[in-house]
Nanobody, 117 residues
């Protein structure tokens, strides 16, 4: 069983920055693609960014150029650096990962990000 624990959310003004962290209970080497999703009130959960085991990244169009996903396998942690934040980025952000061995997926509990105008 893998546990993913997010941290780093909070309240920030528009134009500000936050860095989210997702700490895995086991080795990130056992995980394949890691991703960040978000869910705003009344909306469906959507993919924000993903990073493969080999470090290839992919971003939603709405965050491209502003957000950066990275992974530190030595620290078993995935990061989401969020710059130039906008009020529409307000959501609960979730970490998601799949195991390399059998593609079983795991979700974190989420961390709230609120961007004020």
């Amino acid at each position: 069983q893998v546990q993913l624990v997010e941290s780093g959310g909070g309240l920030v003004q528009a134009g500000g920055s936050l860095r989210l962290s997702c700490a895995a209970s086991g080795s990130l080497f056992s995980m394949n693609t890691m991703a960040w999703y978000r869910q705003a009130p009344g909306k469906q959960r959507e993919s924000v960014a993903a990073i493969t085991r080999g470090g290839i990244t992919n971003y939603a169009g709405s965050v491209k150029g502003r957000f950066t996903i990275s992974r530190d396998n030595a620290k078993n942690t995935v990061y989401l650096q969020m710059n130039s934040l906008k009020p529409e980025d307000t959501a609960v952000y979730y970490c998601y990962g799949t195991k390399y061995s059998d593609s079983e997926g795991f979700w974190g509990q989420g961390t709230q990000v609120t961007v004020s105008s």
